[in-house]
């Protein structure tokens, strides 16, 4: 498979659910030193969040990492040196972005990392701190959180950004409630 066709392939990758696995939170240590030693002082603060940030929870196996930065200016600033790190990315999908960036790592046609660049301190890093801790701290909220996870997947198994919307009232109301 050529680097043009693993992309090709990660890109229109099936939302395919996992069960957890015990090496995601080292695999997630792992980036954040490649990331913290390949960009040296660039990021504030680096993150797991994202289903493979909380125990137990089943996931698509990707490492969500989310990596504040001072500004916004600043996160769209790093895209070329982001890529260069080994990630991809749609310019006209971040130039659709107003609070993060959005960058994607993938290996033999599967994603492996996410990588969100945020304003650290900022709405989007609270909420995806607050998301992760809620359902860290509530096996019922996160029991309820993995049910709706497999029924969107099977209903959105090749329309990932459905998927991901279809979660998001879920998601407003256990932050509303954290």
């Not at 659910?17 to 490649?34: C, I």
């Not at 600043?74 to 310019?91: D, F």
């Not at 993938?106 to 992760?132: E, K, N, P, Y």
């Not at 198994?157 to 998927?163: K, L, N, Q, S, T």
């Amino acid at each position: 498979m050529t680097e043009d066709e693993s992309l090709l392939a990660a890109i229109h990758e099936e939302v395919r659910l996992q069960p957890y696995e015990p090496s995601w939170p080292e695999k997630f240590l792992a980036e954040m030193n490649r990331l913290a030693s390949l960009l040296p002082g660039v990021f504030s603060e680096i993150a797991h969040v994202g289903s493979t940030a909380i125990p137990g929870m089943p996931a698509k196996p990707i490492i969500d990492v989310l990596a504040g930065v001072a500004s916004m200016a600043l996160a769209k600033s790093l895209a070329v040196r982001i890529c260069a790190a080994g990630y991809g990315t749609s310019a006209e999908f971040n130039d659709s972005l107003a609070d993060r960036q959005w960058f994607m790592r993938w290996s033999q046609g599967h994603r492996t990392h996410h990588l969100h660049v945020v304003v650290h301190g900022g709405d989007v890093w609270r909420d995806h701190l607050a998301f992760r801790d809620a359902l860290r701290a509530s096996s019922e909220l996160a029991a309820r959180y993995a049910e709706l996870k497999f029924r969107l997947a099977a209903r959105h198994a090749i329309d990932r950004e459905a998927y991901t919307e279809a979660k998001a009232e879920f998601i407003r109301a256990a932050l509303r409630n954290a």
